[in-house]
């Protein structure tokens, strides 16, 4: 199977993005699309699983004749389906079992079942240039923050994690805090950028936590705590709102470049991998290509839309696994419907 050139459906369910891709080994990333439901979840302020999973069922078939229209291709042409097994939420990830195994039976191709966070990953391997390995890998989600030694495909090392929330998930509580809305984190982001081109003195300064803590480890729940006694403390003048939004992401900031460098001098690595959708956060961006480049490193970032959810890094990381772990998958055909809402990343290695 290695030698010829995989043609993978790549399915992502696990949250409230539906993402569909095609991959083929031999020619690149061939097509995508993208279903984002965040408008729907909105009135509620957060993800609703039952809906989620719902309008996964609604979407994610016209999504597959979409992007194979636009390839050129039919469901013939299919060599293999990658879904993401987990983590996530458990009626949404089985809509995307379910899928890639009925579609899997009917062609009678391998189903792949994919770790989200692999898939993330995973994701800066689409770009050019691509990262070799070894690499440090920054996994920021809305469900993870995770230090990751990276030393090939499935050869994964958690480092360090964050002990209490993500920090996608501080940035959308602190957003709900500030009135932003859902989700949170671009709006966030986008508030604090815009009060630091004003220019304007620094007003506030939150606390770093964890980052002198002499681990790889995170902690972030305290900082919307910090955030909402700010606000206690002052009258919510759209200043003082853009001044808090900024001094929350400069504290995220620095924590989350401090402990990556420390990564790297831990591990002796000198490529970082940023992945998850706060990867795609400007300011943790150009903080740490900035201070990378000071010690002789160089960040690795996924393109911009495949920082957040999509299907294209499951049809890749599934293209990836067929390649290099032949004999592990044809294990996975015997149990396509098993879904992980909690799954460990470094069980996916190649001896597992
Ligand atoms: O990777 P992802 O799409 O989904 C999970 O697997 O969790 O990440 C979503 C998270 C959300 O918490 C969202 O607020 C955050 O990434 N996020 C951002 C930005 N864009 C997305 N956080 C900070 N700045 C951004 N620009
Ligand atoms: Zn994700």
């Given at each position: 199977m290695s030698?010829?050139?995989?043609?993978?459906?790549?399915?992502e369910t696990s949250c409230d993005e539906t993402g569909v891709a095609l991959y083929d080994t031999q020619r690149g990333l061939l097509s995508h699309a993208l279903y984002s439901q965040s408008e729907?979840?909105?009135?509620?302020?957060?993800?609703?699983?039952?809906?989620?999973?719902?309008?996964h069922i609604r979407r994610v078939l016209?999504?597959?004749?979409?992007?194979?229209?636009?390839?050129?291709?039919?469901?013939?042409?299919?060599?293999?389906?990658?879904?993401?097994?987990?983590?996530?939420?458990?009626?949404?990830?089985?809509?995307?079992?379910?899928i890639a195994a009925a579609l899997g039976f009917a062609l009678n191709i391998p189903v792949v079942g994919i770790h989200?966070?692999?898939?993330?990953?995973?994701?800066?391997?689409?770009?050019?240039?691509?990262?070799?390995?070894?690499?440090v890998a920054l996994l920021v989600s809305g469900g993870?923050?995770?230090?990751?030694?990276?030393?090939g495909f499935g050869l994964y090392k958690l480092l360090g994690e964050t002990v209490d929330d993500a920090a996608g998930e501080a940035f959308d509580k602190t957003a709900k805090l500030l009135g932003l809305g859902y989700p949170g984190g671009p709006a966030l982001s986008k508030l604090a950028d815009e009060f630091f081109r004003l220019?304007?003195?620094?007003?506030?300064?939150?606390?770093?936590?964890?980052l002198h803590s002499g681990d790889l480890n995170f902690s972030f729940s305290g900082l919307k705590t910090a955030v909402l006694t700010l606000m206690h403390k002052h009258e919510m003048?759209?200043?003082?709102?853009?001044?808090?939004?900024?001094?929350?992401?400069?504290?995220?900031?620095?924590?989350?470049?401090?402990?990556?460098?420390?990564a790297l001098a831990k591990t002796g690595l000198t490529r970082l991998v940023v992945a998850g959708g706060v990867g795609a956060n400007r300011q943790l961006r150009s903080s740490l290509r900035h201070k990378a480049e000071k010690i002789g490193a160089t960040v690795f970032f996924p393109e911009l839309e495949f920082c957040t959810d999509n299907g294209?890094?499951?049809?890749?990381?599934?293209?990836?696994?067929l390649r290099e772990m032949p004999d592990r998958d044809k294990r996975m055909d015997m149990d396509m419907f098993t879904i992980h809402a909690r799954w460990d990343l470094e069980m996916q290695g190649l001896s597992a």
């Amino acid at each position: 199977m290695s030698s010829h050139p995989l043609l993978v459906l790549g399915v992502e369910t696990s949250c409230d993005e539906t993402g569909v891709a095609l991959y083929d080994t031999q020619r690149g990333l061939l097509s995508h699309a993208l279903y984002s439901q965040s408008e729907m979840h909105s009135e509620y302020g957060g993800v609703v699983p039952e809906l989620a999973s719902r309008d996964h069922i609604r979407r994610v078939l016209p999504l597959v004749r979409q992007i194979l229209d636009s390839a050129g291709l039919s469901l013939r042409d299919l060599d293999a389906i990658a879904y993401t097994q987990g983590p996530g939420l458990a009626g949404a990830l089985l809509v995307g079992a379910s899928i890639a195994a009925a579609l899997g039976f009917a062609l009678n191709i391998p189903v792949v079942g994919i770790h989200h966070l692999e898939g993330h990953l995973l994701s800066p391997l689409l770009s050019t240039p691509a990262p070799a390995f070894p690499f440090v890998a920054l996994l920021v989600s809305g469900g993870h923050t995770q230090l990751m030694e990276v030393n090939g495909f499935g050869l994964y090392k958690l480092l360090g994690e964050t002990v209490d929330d993500a920090a996608g998930e501080a940035f959308d509580k602190t957003a709900k805090l500030l009135g932003l809305g859902y989700p949170g984190g671009p709006a966030l982001s986008k508030l604090a950028d815009e009060f630091f081109r004003l220019g304007q003195p620094k007003h506030f300064e939150l606390p770093r936590p964890m980052l002198h803590s002499g681990d790889l480890n995170f902690s972030f729940s305290g900082l919307k705590t910090a955030v909402l006694t700010l606000m206690h403390k002052h009258e919510m003048t759209p200043e003082i709102r853009g001044a808090i939004a900024l001094a929350f992401q400069e504290a995220v900031v620095d924590v989350l470049t401090g402990k990556s460098l420390a990564a790297l001098a831990k591990t002796g690595l000198t490529r970082l991998v940023v992945a998850g959708g706060v990867g795609a956060n400007r300011q943790l961006r150009s903080s740490l290509r900035h201070k990378a480049e000071k010690i002789g490193a160089t960040v690795f970032f996924p393109e911009l839309e495949f920082c957040t959810d999509n299907g294209a890094m499951i049809a890749f990381a599934g293209a990836m696994r067929l390649r290099e772990m032949p004999d592990r998958d044809k294990r996975m055909d015997m149990d396509m419907f098993t879904i992980h809402a909690r799954w460990d990343l470094e069980m996916q290695g190649l001896s597992a």
